[in-house]
Nanobody, 117 residues
Framework: QVQLVESGGGLVQPGGSLRLSCAAF????????MGWYRQPPGKERELVAQ???????NYADSVKGRFTISRDIAKNTVDRQMHNLRPEDTAVYYC???????????WGQGTQVIVSS
């Protein structure tokens, strides 16, 4: 059983910043990946950023240089700081954790981010 609890999000003006946090409650001890996906209105869910259990980090090209992901393995949390937000960043953001040993994907409930003036 994996539970992912997200916090943060909301309405922000273009150029602004937001921080999203996710806490995982699970018993995964092997290789795993935590990160964030997003689903813009009318579009498919897409990867934003992720970090694995040995701190390899991967960012979507669209957020490189603007978003920073960080992970605390001891606390089982992953955070994302978003800067210079654009209207196209508007989406529902989902925390994600993958148990790489069994290819099992788990999702948070999603948190809305709206970038608008």
């Amino acid at each position: 059983q994996v539970q992912l609890v997200e916090s943060g999000g909301g309405l922000v003006q273009p150029g602004g910043s937001l921080r999203l946090s996710c806490a995982a409650f699970d018993s995964i001890f092997g290789p795993n990946i935590m990160g964030w996906y997003r689903q813009p209105p009318g579009k498919e869910r897409e990867l934003v950023a992720q970090v694995d259990s040995v701190y390899n980090i991967n960012y979507a090209d669209s957020v490189k240089g603007r978003f920073t992901i960080s992970r605390d393995i001891a606390k089982n949390t992953v955070d994302r700081q978003m800067h210079n937000l654009r209207p196209e960043d508007t989406a529902v953001y989902y925390c994600h954790k993958r148990n790489s040993s069994i290819d099992d994907d788990n999702w948070g409930q999603g948190t809305q981010v709206i970038v608008s003036s």
